[in-house]
């Protein structure tokens, strides 16, 4: 059984029961998963986690589900690797790659989607649906496709080739907005108040960003059991990075781990940087932006966890890091051509900010350092592949030698 007590505000504290709802009646502020640690710390241990299922399911005493109930499509559970390469190349010699652009739907997405889908269904919902920047879309097609349950996606129409056909092949309605995320949102918004929907990034919001702490846990069990000293995560809304740190003080005040020390850092893309814009100006009032980057996966100018993010950013001694539109592009190369890992724009972003925080002397030579790379660099070939070429030759010993002596391209 999963020992959810209640949602609360994390606004004004008052608490609400559990049902699909995300917002406070009195001050609007987000609603958020109360749990019963006193239960959770009697039956959670190390061994049992090590002894549970291969996937983010093995946390699942952390988790608003029950673990009978999952709508699974084996999420989770991904490489934590040490990449001396790119270490050498940044001028670190602890540095440690998550690498998230593994999953099911080839983004970090699926940790959210399989509570939030799990969720919906308790709940007693037959549709699953979402507003989305892409990724989204792909991963609750998917969930709904498994559980059986019909979806409707939500996008802005001008996304990549590879996140509108890695949606669609699971066959939910796909429906391509004119207009930017933060618009089709907005119209998320009011179509949820007519439809019986569970919009997993709206009505189902509190328990969806939960799964984001699995993202804590898995990194602290293969560093065998501990916190790293910084994190790189990117932000959209900004709900990761506050969830990662809410599970990794979560494992250390059940005694998983020992105290936590972790700097959070939160980077963001030039052209959509409303979170850094505020920590730039030192305060906790994000402004929202009209969003223009390459890194559509966080094109969200108005972000709903923005002042969380940044409390996040505070309380964790962290920063906020921006990564320039000019640097995505060969920072996706240098991560591909380092250490083998093909991201999207979001790692683009997350390993320029890496960068920058290295050379500005907030991430020390031997500090231990986790990057979260977050999707997959096959859904946004367009990004590099005017910059990627193969040698191109006619199926002959002399032509092979002659193209490669001319250094000739497709
Ligand atoms: C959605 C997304 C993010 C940002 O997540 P938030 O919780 O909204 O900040 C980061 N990386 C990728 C690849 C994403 O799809
Ligand atoms: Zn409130």
């Known amino acids: 059984m999963s020992s959810i007590s209640a949602l609360i505000c994390r606004s004004c504290g008052r608490e609400y029961p559990v049902e699909p709802i995300n917002a406070c009646d009195y001050c609007f502020g987000p609603l958020e998963v109360a749990y019963n640690y006193e239960a959770i710390s009697k039956v959670i241990s190390r061994k049992k986690i090590e002894s549970g299922p291969y996937s983010m399911l093995r946390y699942h005493d952390l988790l608003p589900i029950d673990l009978e109930n999952a709508v699974e499509i084996n999420a989770g559970f991904t490489p934590l690797m040490k990449c001396s390469n790119l270490g050498k190349a940044l001028g670190l010699e602890n540095l440690y790659i998550k690498n998230d652009s593994v999953n099911p739907t080839f983004s970090f997405k699926d940790r959210v989607v399989t509570v939030a889908a799990t969720k919906a269904r308790e709940f007693g919902f037959d549709t699953l649906a979402c507003a989305s920047t892409g990724n989204l879309a792909c991963s609750v097609a998917a969930h709904a496709a498994r559980a059986g349950m019909k979806a409707f996606v939500f996008i802005p129409a001008d996304l990549e080739r590879g996140k509108v056909v890695g949606a669609a092949v699971y066959n939910p309605t796909l429906i391509a907005v004119d207009g930017s995320y933060d618009e089709v949102n907005r119209l998320c918004s009011e179509i949820g108040d007519n ?99 390459i890194a559509k996966s966080l094109a969200i100018g108005n972000p709903t966890d923005g002042i969380y993010a940044l409390k996040t950013i505070q309380e964790s001694k962290g920063s906020a890091v921006v990564a320039m539109e000019s640097e995505i592009a060969d920072s996706i190369k240098l991560l591909a051509e380092t250490e083998g890992i093909f991201t999207e724009t979001a790692g683009g972003v997350v390993i320029s900010g890496l960068k920058r925080l290295v050379n500005e002397g907030k991430i020390k030579r031997d500090e231990l350092t986790v990057a979260y790379i977050t999707g997959n660099g096959l859904k946004t070939i367009e990004a590099v592949e005017d910059a990627v070429k193969p040698v191109f030759t006619k199926p002959n010993l002399e032509a092979f030698e002659e193209s490669m002596h001319a250094g000739a391209t497709l």
């Open 195 to 293: 439809y019986p929907w569970a919009f997993v990034n709206i009505n189902i919001r509190p328990f969806y960003a939960e799964g984001s702490k699995t993202l804590a846990y898995e990194v602290a069990e293969q560093l065998g059991w501990k916190a790293p000293d910084h994190t790189v995560v990117p932000a959209a809304s900004g709900s990761m990075s506050t969830k990662i740190w809410k599970g990794l003080k979560e494992f250390s005040n059940l005694g998983l781990i020992g105290k936590v020390n972790t700097r959070m850092h939160v980077a963001q893309p030039e052209g959509c940087s409303p979170i850094i814009e505020a920590y730039d100006s030192k305060t906790l009032q994000v402004k929202p932006v009209k969003a223009n980057t």
